[in-house]
């Protein structure tokens, strides 16, 4: 199938990256199991990672997907205030499956037209200025790159499935919205 072995070396290639960058930046990261604040948003994901998710929740068992499908009605999720996928612990759900918007928050990335930004909770009491001298060039995550290869394989991937949506929200992933009883 077009996109999915491709999106498989990308995500690996992401988090190869992200362990070469926890190593040696880590002692700034406070990013880690139960640090939710990238997660009180409502998230899209491209087609070729709703896919990844709809097969990883498929794996759950029933009572997992079921749980995860009634989140739907949560008022903060509703309200686009929190991620459909995040638990009541702060921990994502689907970590293992999670899309690459959500494996590249926390550490130094390059934004399309050059500038360096990170999370607000990494890198305390380090001025912008000081970040980037401590910060590496190869330590940094060119989001720009990444967004282009993520969307020529989600072209691809698209392509190969008529009628399929380009991006659709995390929902997408739980299935069908259950129809009012």
């Not at 009572?63 to 994502?92: F, H, I, N, T, Y």
């Not at 999670?98 to 890198?123: K, Q």
């Amino acid at each position: 199938m077009p996109g999915r072995a491709e999106y498989q070396a990308l995500i690996d290639k992401v988090d190869a990256f992200a362990a070469r960058v926890d190593a040696a930046q880590g002692r700034w990261l406070r990013c880690g199991a139960g640090c939710d604040g990238c997660c009180r948003l409502r998230r899209s994901a491209w087609a070729v990672e709703i896919d990844r998710l709809r097969a990883y929740i498929a794996d759950l068992p029933a009572e997992r997907r079921a749980e995860l499908a009634a989140r739907r009605a949560d008022p903060a999720v509703q309200a686009g205030e929190r991620c459909v996928m995040l638990d009541a612990d702060g921990r994502c759900a689907v970590y293992a499956a999670r899309p690459l918007i959500c494996r590249t928050h926390g550490p130094a990335v390059r934004l399309p037209g050059g500038e360096l930004t990170w999370c607000g909770l990494n890198f305390e009491g380090l001025t912008p200025d000081a970040v980037a001298e401590a910060v590496p060039a190869d330590g940094v995550l060119d989001l720009e790159l990444v967004n282009r290869m993520l969307a020529l394989i989600n072209a691809r991937f698209v392509a190969a499935r008529p009628g399929t949506a380009e991006r659709a929200d995390l929902d997408a992933a739980l299935g069908p919205p259950a129809e009012p009883g």
